[in-house]
């Protein structure tokens, strides 16, 4: 495979070379092909939000974090694209939380799974659960390749981080009583609107804020970690991140100008 060196100065960098990991990661088996559909959806919503973290997110990533750190077992489940984008970031919010890692594949491939645990394990992980070889159990009501699950993992799990999901997985982890974590850029997914606490942003960006929450928040006390948690509403959550594309789309539809402008990340529409 050919690979793109994005020109320093083109406008669209950032994105374009959020993509080409998407891409190689799919050229090493890491990536499902409907995960690069799924990519760009995401890239879509992107669009709409300004490809910037809001206020919501941030709210939502101090809860999401409040909510590992208090857990008696948290999960991070792995799929392909987050592996591909955010392979190093994962392991290291999983060193700082204390979370599991686990591997949990929708288009299940032992060749992807192989590929996925070599990238975790080459990004610094030091036990990933969810392989074949490992003790499992099946999600009730669920009929996708996701249902299977490690016993020691996500089947144990009370908090469960669940990066760009299925609805259908989540909805059964809320029936399993577990404490269901996303991140996704779809403020309407079906994902987003089941789960506990969503963060609605770029995992590229709410990777790397939720490491350095989670610096911040393990020193404060239980109580008051639990305090954000119970005072957080996602719903509330979830309609202030739609009032934000719906005030930005506004804004923009009265001054198409604005994107002709050049913001400070370097992201613009092209
Ligand atoms: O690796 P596998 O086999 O487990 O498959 C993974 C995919 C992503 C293909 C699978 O889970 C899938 O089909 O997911 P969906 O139903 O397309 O949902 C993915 C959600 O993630 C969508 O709502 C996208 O908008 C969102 N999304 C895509 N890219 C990003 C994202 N959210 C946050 N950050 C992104 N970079």
Same mark, same amino acid.
């Given at each position: 495979?050919?690979?793109?060196?994005?020109?320093? @100065?083109?406008?669209?960098?950032?994105? $374009?070379?959020? +993509?080409?990991?998407?891409?190689?990661?799919?050229?090493?088996?890491?990536?499902?092909?409907?995960?690069?559909?799924?990519?760009? !959806?995401?890239? /879509?919503?992107?669009?709409?939000?300004?490809?910037?973290?809001?206020?919501? /997110?941030?709210?939502? &990533?101090?809860? /999401?974090?409040?909510?590992?750190?208090?857990?008696?077992?948290?999960?991070?489940?792995?799929?392909?694209?987050?592996?591909?984008?955010?392979?190093?970031?994962?392991?290291? $919010?999983?060193? &700082?939380?204390?979370?599991?890692?686990?591997?949990?594949?929708?288009?299940? +491939?032992?060749? =992807?799974?192989?590929? &996925?645990? !070599? *990238?975790?394990?080459?990004?610094?992980? @030091?036990?990933?659960?969810?392989?074949?070889?490992?003790?499992?159990?099946?999600?009730?009501?669920?009929?996708?390749?996701? +249902?299977?699950?490690?016993?020691?993992?996500?089947?144990?799990?009370?908090?469960?981080?669940?990066?760009?999901?299925?609805?259908?997985?989540?909805? *059964?982890?809320?029936?399993?009583?577990?404490?269901?974590?996303?991140?996704?850029?779809?403020?309407?997914? =079906?994902?987003?609107?089941?789960?506990?606490?969503?963060?609605?942003?770029? &995992?590229? !960006? *709410?990777?790397?804020?939720?490491?350095?929450?989670?610096?911040?928040? +393990?020193?404060?006390?239980?109580?008051?970690?639990?305090?954000?948690? #119970?005072?957080?509403?996602?719903?509330?959550?979830?309609?202030?991140?739609? !009032?934000?594309?719906?005030?930005?789309?506004?804004?923009? #539809?009265?001054?198409?100008?604005?994107?002709?402008?050049? @913001?400070?990340?370097?992201?613009?529409?092209?």
């Amino acid at each position: 495979m050919v690979k793109i060196e994005v020109p320093h @100065n083109h406008p669209r960098k950032v994105s $374009l070379d959020i +993509r080409e990991r998407i891409i190689e990661g799919h050229s090493r088996h890491e990536v499902a092909t409907a995960g690069l559909l799924a990519h760009g !959806r995401g890239e /879509a919503f992107d669009y709409l939000l300004g490809e910037t973290t809001n206020e919501s /997110a941030k709210h939502a &990533i101090q809860v /999401a974090v409040a909510a590992l750190l208090t857990a008696k077992h948290p999960v991070i489940s792995v799929n392909g694209n987050v592996c591909s984008l955010v392979p190093r970031e994962i392991v290291e $919010l999983s060193d &700082i939380t204390g979370a599991a890692l686990e591997i949990n594949l929708f288009y299940y +491939r032992k060749e =992807r799974e192989d590929a &996925i645990f !070599r *990238a975790l394990k080459s990004a610094g992980a @030091n036990s990933v659960l969810g392989t074949q070889d490992r003790p499992s159990e099946t999600i009730p009501e669920l009929s996708s390749n996701r +249902r299977k699950v490690d016993s020691e993992g996500i089947g144990l799990a009370d908090v469960v981080l669940v990066p760009l999901e299925d609805g259908d997985r989540t909805e *059964a982890l809320k029936a399993m009583k577990k404490y269901v974590i996303t991140i996704d850029l779809n403020p309407m997914s =079906r994902t987003s609107v089941y789960a506990d606490v969503t963060i609605v942003d770029n &995992i590229v !960006r *709410a990777i790397p804020l939720m490491i350095a929450a989670a610096k911040e928040l +393990r020193t404060k006390s239980e109580e008051h970690l639990q305090k954000m948690i #119970s005072d957080f509403d996602n719903d509330k959550n979830l309609a202030e991140s739609i !009032r934000f594309i719906i005030s930005r789309l506004e804004q923009l #539809s009265t001054n198409i100008g604005l994107l002709r402008e050049k @913001n400070d990340t370097g992201v613009r529409a092209s």
